[in-house]
């Protein structure tokens, strides 16, 4: 019988930030029984362990690592990442991972601060691309959002850093509170440009910024916390000049679900790779 254990991400308490279900080892199993898994579970995303590409890094530490949705593999998954190096920092201690993934190799690194364990990924190389205006015009539509509740500071883009997300900003708050899209409509859209999220972000302060994702194509609504989003974001902001080629930002997340998570995004001057990490924590039985 396979062990499926539960960790939540960006978050210490599990309540809060993102559930991802965990399989340490699924050397036995088949992408249909993966898949499977993932959908009973009804998590965004689950992860799965199989041995390393001969190597990767060090004996124990380095990992294959691939995401199931409810619906489908992804190349990439943020919070499922940082749930597992949380899962295994529990069980081998500490330190630095590795982990092959369907979009490169991913370090990670788990810390543990005053006994709670935080684990940090660093994407692989990121990019942005422009949307072109009728995609923009069909996911606003989707949305059931005006142009005018954009922020014309934060200007659409695609961007990527493991997996395929369109950026929106939010004008206010209130207008990032009140989500209430097409489900199907977006989805269509998603499926046809690639995107594994639409990242929906309203900034704060400098660094603060509140961020959602609505998720169709994975089969869940939104998604409570979103790493690979964050990286693709943190990439995004700096290309266009938004925050210091140095920085460190906060990503407020799942607030208005109710599942509050934090994700810190971190950019180093002269690595153009983005860094995320947070808290994470077992879901108990």
Not at 6 to 20: E, I, K, L, V
Not at 34 to 48: V, W
Not at 62 to 70: D, G, K, M, N
Not at 71 to 83: I, N, R, S
Request: charged share 20%.
């Amino acid at each position: 019988m396979t062990d499926v254990l539960r960790y939540t991400a960006f978050s210490s308490d599990p309540a809060g930030g993102n559930p991802a279900g965990v399989v340490l080892d699924a050397s036995g199993l088949d992408d249909a029984q993966m898949l499977a898994i993932a959908a009973e579970l009804g998590y965004s995303e689950s992860a799965f362990l199989t041995a390393p590409p001969e190597g990767l890094g060090e004996a124990g530490r380095a990992f294959t690592i691939r995401y199931f949705s409810p619906k489908a593999e992804v190349p990439f998954c943020g919070h499922a990442t940082v749930a597992t190096a949380v899962a295994l920092g529990e069980r081998i201690g500490a330190g630095d991972l590795v982990f092959a993934t369907r979009a490169g190799t991913v370090p990670v690194t788990v810390t543990e601060e005053d006994g709670t364990l935080r684990a940090t990924l660093t994407s692989v190389e990121p990019h942005s691309e422009a949307i072109a205006p009728d995609d923009l015009a069909e996911a606003l539509a989707a949305l059931d959002w005006p142009a005018a509740d954009l922020d014309p500071a934060l200007p659409p883009r695609i961007a990527y850093a493991g997996a395929r997300h369109l950026v929106l900003g939010a004008a206010t708050r209130e207008r990032l509170a009140d989500l209430d899209y097409d489900f199907d409509r977006l989805a269509a859209l998603m499926l046809r440009l690639d995107l594994t999220t639409v990242q929906l972000a309203w900034r704060g302060s400098d660094t603060v910024f509140h961020v959602r994702d609505p998720f169709p194509v994975g089969g869940v609504v939104e998604d409570p916390a979103t790493g690979a989003a964050a990286v693709a974001f943190g990439a995004y902001v700096r290309e266009l000049g938004l925050v210091p080629e140095e920085s460190v930002l906060t990503l407020h997340q799942g607030e208005d679900l109710g599942r509050p998570g934090v994700l810190t995004v971190t950019l180093r001057k002269g690595d153009a790779r983005v860094r995320v990490g947070g808290a994470g924590t077992r879901i108990p039985d």
